[in-house]
């Protein structure tokens, strides 16, 4: 297959991470990942559970992605219903879930930074969405996994200006770093708790890699070409689980975004 779009291989390769039987815990605004989790659901996985930072929820069932009728997906699906902070500091860590965190800041050591940019936490260059329950999930968890829809110098940095997810750090006592890294560009694992390239996508070369990353970062002996998407892995992201391409939106920016959603709020009817 070479008729896929990135958000496409994004989800899939989301998708390929999930085992059969486990709680997915989903953030605010991850559509890459929530479409990635319901095509495990819908293909290998049949028995995966959802735990919804949306909803404050834990489902089994799905419905298809939105943008006005977002809570649909999780709400109408809901067995028990749960507020945030009890779910930070008690459903999780009983759960063991596995989660996907999109950092805005990540060294070689996988420690992230969803805080601010800039040094100065008063004045920040930009003041980022914040940390919800990052510091208090990955300094116990052993399911950490990442993923950056545009890779770039700006998102991986030799030195973090804040502090928020931890990943391969000195001082944790507890759990793991981050076990795997998707980006637009390719696939990465931690293997001695730093980043490496494990597969590059088709199209992609390891030289753009390199350059679009701040800090020196190695190819895995077995590097690859990412594997592409099935025809039955996009039909089901196209016409069941994301017939609104809600998911291509983490990697617009700007006017694009803007006409993108405006485009899906449309199709909703939801103007």
């Known amino acids: 297959m070479t008729d896929f779009t990135t958000d496409e291989l994004i989800s899939v390769c989301i998708s390929r991470q999930i085992e059969d039987g486990e709680v997915l815990a989903q953030g605010i605004a991850t559509p890459l990942v929530a479409a990635g989790y319901i095509l495990a659901k819908c293909t290998h996985a049949p028995n995966v559970m959802f735990a919804s930072a949306i909803g404050q929820s834990l489902c089994q069932d799905w419905a298809p992605l939105g943008l006005a009728r977002i809570e649909s997906l999780w709400l109408d699906k809901a067995i028990v219903g749960f507020g945030f902070v009890r779910a930070a500091t008690e459903v999780l860590p009983r759960l063991a879930p596995k989660e996907f965190f999109r950092p805005a800041q990540m060294d070689r050591r996988g420690n992230f930074n969803n805080i601010a940019l800039g040094e100065n936490y008063a004045r920040p260059r930009m003041r980022l969405p914040g ?141």
């Open 131 to 271: 940390t919800g329950g990052i510091p208090d999930v990955t300094t116990f968890s052993s399911e950490i996994y990442l993923y950056v829809p545009r890779h770039s110098r700006v998102t991986f940095v030799p030195r973090l200006d804040f502090l928020s997810g931890m990943g391969h750090h000195p001082q944790r006592t507890l759990g793991e770093g981050p076990r795997y890294l998707i980006t637009d560009l390719g696939q990465f694992d931690f293997a001695d708790g730093v980043m490496r390239i494990t597969s590059i996508h088709p199209g992609e070369t390891l030289d753009r890699i390199r350059a679009k990353t701040g800090f020196p970062v190695d190819a895995a002996p077995d590097c690859r070409e990412t594997e592409p998407p099935t025809a039955e892995e996009l039909r089901l992201l196209r016409e069941e689980i994301d017939p609104l391409g809600v998911r291509r939106l983490e990697l617009l920016g700007g006017a694009a975004r803007k006409e993108a959603m405006r485009e899906i709020l449309e199709r909703e009817d939801a103007l």
